[in-house]
């Protein structure tokens, strides 16, 4: 089970820190992905984390978010800076037992992600 926490109303420039609780694995044996959606707009990949592998971002989100795990805490955090309005849009956490898409020159969010947690909406005001 995954279950997202953190969303909520912050002005442009503002932060928020989103939380991915997990129950049922071990997240240090699985890739980690975050996900958002914004109405009438496709769900899009933004970062993944594995022990493995690191992590990787979209570009869009590059030097802004920051994506880390607490293993003892079984919790990946997504620390969002500098929010855009653009930025507005439920977050999804996302988990896929496959690692190692780092040295493959994987897109580490084209995985099949078969786990997911139910959403936090983040909106970002201008």
């Known amino acids: 089970q995954l279950v997202e926490s953190g969303g909520g109303l912050v002005q442009a420039g503002g932060s928020l820190r989103l939380s991915c609780a997990v129950s049922g694995f071990n997240i240090g044996d699985y890739t980690i992905g975050w996900f958002r959606q914004a109405p009438g707009k496709e769900r899009e990949g933004i970062s993944c984390i594995s022990n493995t592998d690191g992590t990787d971002y979209v570009e869009s989100v590059k030097g802004r978010f920051t994506v880390s795990s607490d293993n003892a805490k079984n919790t990946v955090y997504l620390q969002m800076n500098s929010l855009k309005p653009d930025d507005t849009a439920v977050y999804y956490c996302?988990?896929?037992?496959?690692?190692?898409?780092?040295?493959?020159?994987?897109?580490?969010?084209?995985?099949?992600?078969?786990?997911w947690g139910q959403g936090t909406q983040v909106t970002v005001s201008s």
């Open positions: 996302a988990a896929d037992s496959q690692t190692g898409w780092g040295p493959r020159n994987i897109d580490c969010t084209l995985l099949h992600y078969p786990f």
